[in-house]
């Protein structure tokens, strides 16, 4: 036996290894960079190594708080533990109780080889005020209580501990600013654009509701977070409950926008039109529109017109198929989560999952150790995922919007039917006739609505302001001349397209068939319906006939 074959048998009888045809060998990372979420991770564990390994009682945590700022004011090392505690104590305990305690802690500091201690605490109090204002201007007891601390300070401390209270009343509330403006590139008041729906380009449309969807993530808020955790529900939470409704609408619009259309051969050009639209927003790596999209297309209500699938590509159905299991909440989203850890740049996370796992981390750990400290760890974690969200919200979108669109689009996703009508309109379409129908293609539905039931409040003036939006794009694209009128045929298409937008404009029939509605009449229509509020199931015959479902 040679040498080569002697090392062959030796590798068959070792029982510790595979061969080729065994199980493969787990791949590993060899002299590889970390990510900044590793390196960030890393470096907060071995800050929290500090701490009494994950816990530390409330006097200890504030002393090491002061004790990080040093006689300018300048951090003596990492900010990490500083922020964490800023940010999250009040998970745990009030921010006035901590307020309280370091006024206390100012008082019992007398004598001059104090002072520095007392600068440290002075430096501590500007620094929560400028680098988190939000949750002073949020809790009332704790804007009094920082009040009576430097009213303290400009009583008992020196002209240097004085100084840093002069500007108090000059902070703001933080958080990240605006999305960037809206832009209209190439648009002119004589110039013609179509609002069609049947005219839009897949990206076009893609972008536009990423735009929407960028401003509704970054209206949300730290403390909407934390309400949200502690009470397990959007209720109470504005910016988060508009988020949930902005998708839930967008899922709606989709199933209706399908259902509008009177032929199989029509809806299944809508149906595909909305998988490229996904495909898109799949590119865009906005995935909580995508999931809304997904999840309309994906409704009991529209998966079972199958006379509208048959007339899909093969492409096309592959393509929803893929989309579904991408976001299939089997296996805890597996197959989300692993796509979106692989995602840079600018992206959008479906944030009904990383909600719920804000929900489990606070549930599954306690807010305090058996011996009564602060579990760090816990506070730690729940940290690190919150300024994941944040650095998000910090994003520029890589698009820019149309505003006319972005008016008829927000008026659009502003009113949507009912689950029960759409139901109705999708029996109306293809009754049921299980004899005469092919097996459906699809597999059942895995994408739902994470908070189902959830649909956007939107108040009267702020509806009404949408409504005059609408016929101000409107009449600036399809009214060049100024003369004050639409043609029929423009209006209808445009009613046809966007449903939902169009509603309440139809000029009344005293009019006639064949008057052009005017701007005037658009108006006094749209303000009645927005006054008189969204029509009872008894007009839902009169609303098929308006949506072209009497054809």
């Not at 990372?29 to 009494?52: D, F, Q, W, Y």
């Not at 019992?108 to 109090?125: D, M, N, P, Y």
């Not at 108090?168 to 600013?177: A, M």
């Not at 919150?386 to 919007?401: D, M």
């Amino acid at each position: 036996m040679n040498r080569k074959d002697s090392k062959r048998k030796s590798h068959q009888e070792c029982p510790g290894k595979t061969g080729g045809r065994g199980r493969p060998r787990q791949a590993r990372r060899h002299k590889t960079c970390p990510s900044p979420r590793e390196i960030s991770k890393v470096m907060a564990s071995m800050a929290l190594g500090m701490l009494n390994e994950g816990g530390c009682s409330e006097d200890d945590l504030l002393e090491k708080c002061i004790q990080s700022f040093d006689s300018a004011g300048s951090l003596r090392r990492g900010d990490h533990i500083l922020n964490m505690v800023l940010a999250m104590h009040s998970w745990v305990l009030p921010s006035a109780h901590l307020a309280a305690r370091l006024l206390t802690l100012y008082q019992e500091a007398t004598g001059s080889t104090q002072e520095l201690r007392r600068l440290q605490i002075c430096h501590l109090v500007r620094y929560w005020l400028t680098q988190h204002a939000e949750t002073v201007h949020q809790e009332p007891q704790l804007e009094e209580v920082i009040g009576r601390f430097w009213a303290t300070v400009e009583q008992e401390g020196n002209a240097t501990q004085r100084r840093l209270g002069d500007s108090t009343n000059l902070l703001s509330p933080g958080g990240p600013g605006p999305p960037p403006p809206i832009s209209s590139p190439g648009l002119g008041k004589k110039r013609k654009v179509t609002l069609l729906f049947d005219h839009l380009e897949t990206e076009e449309l893609a972008e536009h509701l990423t735009y929407l969807e960028f401003q509704s993530f970054q209206a949300i808020r730290p403390q909407d977070l934390r309400g949200y955790v502690l009470q397990g529900s959007v209720r109470g939470c504005p910016a988060l409950e508009g988020s949930v409704g902005l998708s839930n609408s967008v899922s709606r619009w989709v199933q209706v926008m399908v259902l509008s259309r009177p032929g199989p051969a029509q809806r299944g050009q809508v149906l595909d039109k909305f998988i490229h639209v996904a495909q898109r927003l799949l590119q865009l790596q906005n995935f909580n529109t995508l999931m809304a999209v997904t999840g309309g297309l994906c409704h009991s209500a529209i998966s079972r017109l199958k006379d509208s699938h048959t007339h899909l590509s093969p492409d096309s159905t592959k393509a929803l198929l893929e989309l579904t299991e991408l976001l299939a909440a089997h296996n805890n989203y597996t197959c989300y989560r692993r796509t979106w850890a692989g995602c840079t740049g600018f992206r959008l996370p479906v944030l009904g999952v990383h909600l719920k796992d804000l929900v489990s981390l606070h549930e599954a750990q306690p807010d305090r150790l058996p011996n009564g400290h602060l579990n760090l760890l816990k506070l730690n974690s729940l940290y690190l995922r919150l300024q994941e969200l944040a650095a998000l919200q910090r994003q520029h979108p890589p698009c820019s919007a149309n505003e006319d669109l972005l008016h008829l689009l927000t008026l659009s996703l502003d009113l949507f039917y009912t689950e029960d009508e759409i139901y109705a309109l999708s029996y109306a379409r293809e009754p049921r006739c299980p004899k005469s129908l092919p097996p459906s293609p699809f597999k059942v539905p895995l994408v739902a609505e994470w908070a189902p039931g959830v649909t956007p409040k939107p108040h009267r003036v702020t509806l009404c302001r949408h409504v005059d939006q609408l016929v101000e794009s409107v009449f600036k694209n399809y009214d060049p001349e100024g003369r004050g009128t639409i043609s029929q045929e423009d209006f209808e298409r445009l009613s046809g397209n966007f449903p939902f937008a169009c509603h309440g404009l139809h000029p009344p029939p005293r009019q006639g068939f064949g008057v052009s509605p005017s701007k005037a009449t658009a108006v006094r229509v749209s303000g009645a319906w927005v006054g008189g509020g969204n029509p009872g199931p008894a007009g839902c015959k009169n609303r098929g006939h308006r949506l072209g479902l009497g054809h």
